[in-house]
Nanobody, 126 residues
Framework: QVQLVESGGGLVPAGDSLRLSCVASGRTFSSYAMGWFRQAPGKEREFVATIRWSGGNTYYADSVKGRFTISRDSAKNTVYLQMSSLKPEDTAVYYC???????????????????WGQGTQVTVSS
């Protein structure tokens, strides 16, 4: 069983920054990548960013490119999402996720992932 626990969400004014964390645990956790998604009320879950554990290669959604940075600390089984220049449209519940099997070099669809955290709320006020 793999557990993913997010933290770091909150309420911030537009233009501010936040850093989300996701700690992965479990007896046999050995996923090749981790991803961040977000879901706003009434909208579908949306890809944000993904990172490969080995090498640290990253891939971002166009909507966050240049503002968000995904990183990882392999020793801590932790992935971070540094969010800067936040906009009201970034308001959503943010989820981290891990794939159990290889499906894509840079998995960017919800169906590419098998394990999900409980989510953390990010609210950006205008």
């Amino acid at each position: 069983q793999v557990q993913l626990v997010e933290s770091g969400g909150g309420l911030v004014p537009a233009g501010d920054s936040l850093r989300l964390s996701c700690v992965a645990s479990g007896r046999t956790f050995s996923s090749y990548a981790m991803g961040w998604f977000r879901q706003a009320p009434g909208k579908e879950r949306e890809f944000v960013a993904t990172i490969r554990w080995s090498g640290g290669n990253t891939y971002y959604a166009d909507s966050v490119k240049g503002r968000f940075t995904i990183s990882r600390d392999s020793a801590k089984n932790t992935v971070y999402l540094q969010m800067s220049s936040l906009k009201p449209e970034d308001t959503a519940v943010y989820y981290c996720a891990a794939p159990k099997y290889f499906r894509s070099s840079y998995p960017s669809r919800p169906v590419d992932y098998d394990y999900w955290g409980q989510g953390t709320q990010v609210t950006v006020s205008s």
